[in-house]
């Protein structure tokens, strides 16, 4: 069975710094993996999506990149604004969809 | 507006009392989904469907039910809820299962007395 890990399970940085969220799984055969957000209270939303061909995917601040061999994803934010305040959660998609347990990241003004 | 939503948002409920939370969805999606999510433990899927009439079992099918009469419907039924039932619920859906992105419903708040 898929196992998602996600690390840290949160993380506090001051505004305008780059910082890196990491998501390992253990199976390789994977459809594709996608970042979603989830802010407290809301729903999901999805972020990026990168087929199991694809090294990475770029939106705006957001680039996330797939190393499938190794089982490793990473997602890279730019500049963050407190607005990037959120639970940051990656999903494995197999033959389900796996999710880790996320990581919380505070944004301090 | 293309969305995905649940009823009821919160539901309070004692434990044996059977219920039911809607789901629907306006984007003519084949595929549909219930996750719920619990700290510590993440998002896991309790059922799935890939098309009308045709649904399957996730990771934590016990104590659920669901059906798929229409395409854009997809209820999740506990016929006797029990405590360990309390969690945070969300539908999903997407056009093409596990290719494409996930969209998701704004989540039913569920305590079992």
């Known amino acids: 069975k898929q196992e998602v890990t996600q690390i840290p399970a949160a993380l506090s940085v001051p505004e305008g710094e780059n910082l890196v969220l990491n998501c390992s799984f253990t199976d390789s055969a994977i459809y594709n993996l996608q970042w979603f957000r989830q802010d407290p209270g809301k729903g999901l939303t999805s972020l990026l999506l990168i087929q199991s061909s694809q090294r990475e995917q770029t939106s705006g601040r957001l680039n996330a990149s797939l190393d499938k061999s190794s089982g490793r994803s990473t997602l890279y934010i730019a500049a963050s604004q407190p607005g990037d305040s959120a639970t940051y959660l990656c999903a494995v998609n197999g033959n389900q969809f796996y999710f880790g347990t996320g990581t919380s990241l505070t944004v301090i003004p | ?113």
């Open chain 2, 1 to 113: 507006e293309a969305q995905v939503t649940q009823n009821p948002r919160y539901l309070i409920t004692v434990t044996g009392k059977k219920l039911t939370v809607t789901c629907s969805q306006n984007m003519n999606h084949e595929y549909m989904s219930w996750y719920r999510q619990d700290p510590g433990l993440g998002l896991r899927q309790i059922y799935y469907s890939m098309n009308v009439e045709v649904t399957d079992k996730g990771d934590v099918p016990e104590g659920y039910k669901v059906s798929r009469k229409e395409k854009r419907n997809f209820p999740l039924i506990l016929e006797s809820p029990s405590p360990n039932q309390t969690s945070l619920y969300f539908c999903a859906s997407s056009f093409a299962g596990v290719l494409e992105t996930q969209y998701f419903g704004p989540g039913t708040r569920l305590l079992v007395l």
